[in-house]
């Protein structure tokens, strides 16, 4: 029950440092409340029992992603420049987001508890997971054995994905030097 | 079932809507490319929130075999997350480099500024 009530504090957190990164105009402080965030979900992952992702969260969310941001603010401008948007467009916006969140909010009345045993992703595919993937892969960890035996072929999109990802921030800024020099 | 029981099974999905809202609300209102950037990235926050909250099982443990535990948690959300965080930063890095040579093209990144750009 603590640990609930701990998770609860952290998300509410999250929520406020979200309201702040609306609010702020300065970047820098954008980037480091993005790391922070990524930090307090990697926490909220680790107390409910999500160890792989937290440390996934902690080293990839608030490590790279924070350099990869504080790089392109060095390299491009630290301050958002004045809000010009008309308010008709503002309160759209928030009409939008508001409509959108409701709609989820109305869809999350059907879900399970949380924590529920019986809910149904941990009853189909999962609980087989559970019971024979120590002995048909020999690894005591069980994501690591999905993720790197069962579920082979999406580790195998991933890496295409980050690859294109990598060849694609080169083409683009490869060019943008010899441009420079 | 009581309310309270149903305030409390429900207040984290609720928490991961609440950052989607925010999350969507900043792509849509702010014209400056890095903050959108940073707007969804609390989107992506939220749903990532919202699986790993799926996954959790009352009374288990994380899902590395130990000789007390009884309930594992469910490890199935777990590897899709993790694959989603990794892709995640993969796109924002890609977001990023093209907003450095907007940057360069452009002189700015505020969404206004490059529309007047392309009009004049």
Do not use: C
């Not at chain 2, 991961?16 to 989107?43: D, E, H, P």
């Not at chain 2, 000789?67 to 948690?73: G, K, P, T």
């Not at chain 2, 959300?77 to 940057?103: F, G, N, Y």
């Amino acid at each position: 029950m603590t640990d609930e009530f701990s998770i609860f504090g952290l998300v509410l957190l999250l929520i406020v440092l979200a309201l702040a990164v609306v609010r702020l105009t300065s970047l820098l402080a954008v980037a480091i409340l993005a790391g922070a965030m990524s930090f307090i979900l990697a926490a909220v992952y680790t107390l409910l029992d999500a160890v792989d992702v937290a440390f996934t969260e902690a080293v990839v969310g608030a490590g790279i992603s924070l350099a990869l941001m504080l790089a392109a603010i060095s390299l491009t401008t630290r301050e958002e420049a004045p809000w010009r948007r008309r308010p008709a467009e503002r309160i759209l916006a928030l009409l939008v987001s508001l409509v959108s969140g409701a709609g989820l909010l109305y869809a999350t009345l059907d879900m399970p508890l949380l924590g529920d045993p019986t809910a149904p992703a941990t009853l189909h595919v999962a609980a087989r997971y559970i019971a024979e993937s120590p002995a048909s892969t020999g690894v005591p960890n069980m994501v690591t054995a999905i993720l790197a035996s069962y579920r082979g072929f999406d580790t195998l999109g991933e890496v295409a994905v980050i690859f294109t990802a990598g060849v694609g921030v080169i083409a683009l800024l490869r060019h943008w030097r010899e441009d420079r020099a | 079932m009581n309310a309270v029981e149903f305030v409390m099974g429900h207040a984290l999905q609720w928490g991961s809507v609440a950052l989607l809202m925010i999350g969507l609300y900043i792509v849509m209102t702010r014209g400056n490319l890095i903050k959108k950037v940073a707007g969804l990235n609390i989107f992506q926050g939220g749903v990532f929130l919202f699986y790993i909250s799926i996954a959790n099982v009352r009374d288990g443990t994380a899902p590395i075999v130990h000789e007390d535990a009884v309930l594992y948690s469910n490890p199935l959300p777990h590897v899709l997350i993790l694959t989603a965080i990794v892709v995640a930063v993969a796109t924002t890095s890609l977001a990023l480099a093209l907003i450095v040579r907007i940057r360069e093209s452009y002189g700015s990144i505020e969404e206004d500024e490059m529309a007047e750009a392309d009009m004049g």
